[in-house]
């Protein structure tokens, strides 16, 4: 894929990444093409999540982070952005969502009208509009359509998982990073969130760190392979499956790493 004819998602170039002295992703490139999902797997501490929190330069909250190399997102190189405004433009046009479900203490509605109301004066009829519009995406409407005034933490853990991803549509992304978003869930929640993913790809670019392989191979229409800070292999998901380029992965796919 050609990053320059703008046709990836997330152009990842040289990129390594560092803790103090400490190196957690060394000399990574690869390319996520648009409306996708694109899985990133690799044993706990390969640096998955470093790489995820790098693309919305959420690591700039972590004092002891550095890197080398370039992300690009749409065409912006993100460590370019060297200003509050230009970094809070790129997070509103990313949306997140982590490992544990991570509403406010406040309503359903509120929770999906926050993510809007923070940064536009909307006219309530359009912003009721929009909440249940992206509710239906969120594929959580029909459940919670007579809870919008309840708290949004009495709700299940899947619900409040598929809320937080209702919630991250209100901006409408263009890419969605997902941190091991089913690893709190049971495996029902899993299986809707998984439903949902495929939906979502239609319209948007999807990034997801799962530690769970069946899950990858279920959901992602390209695998990355991490090990120790690195980029082991990538490629189309049933390729990475069913015919492993190296040891390494193929120990992993078998539970051997
Ligand atoms: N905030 C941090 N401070 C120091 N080291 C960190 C921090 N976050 C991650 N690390 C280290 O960086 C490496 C990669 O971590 P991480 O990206 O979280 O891996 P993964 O998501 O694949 O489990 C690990 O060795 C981890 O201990
Ligand atoms: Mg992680």
Known sequence: MDSEAGRAAVSVRGFSAYYGGK??????SLDVPE??????IGPSGCGKTTLLRSINRLNDFVPSFSREGEIYVGGTEV???????????LRRGIGMVFQQPNPLPISVRGNMALPLAEHFRVPRAEMDARIVDRMKQGAIYDE?????RSSALALSGGQQQRLCIARALM?????????????????????AIEDLLSSLKRDRTIVIVTHNMEQARRVAD?????????????????RIFSQPGSRLLSDYITGRV
């Open 144 to 148: 919670l359509k007579d809870k919008l």
């Open 35 to 40: 409306n996708c999902v694109y899985a990133l």
């Open 79 to 89: 460590f370019s952005l060297s200003d509050r405004r230009g970094t809070e433009r």
């Open 171 to 191: 901006l409408d992304p263009p890419l969605m990073l997902f941190d091991e978003p089913c690893s709190a869930l049971d495996p029902i929640a899993t299986y």
């Open 23 to 28: 190196e957690a992703l060394r000399d990574v």
């Open 222 to 238: 390209y695998t990355a392979f991490f090990y120790l800070g690195k980029l082991v292999e990538h490629g189309p998901t049933e």
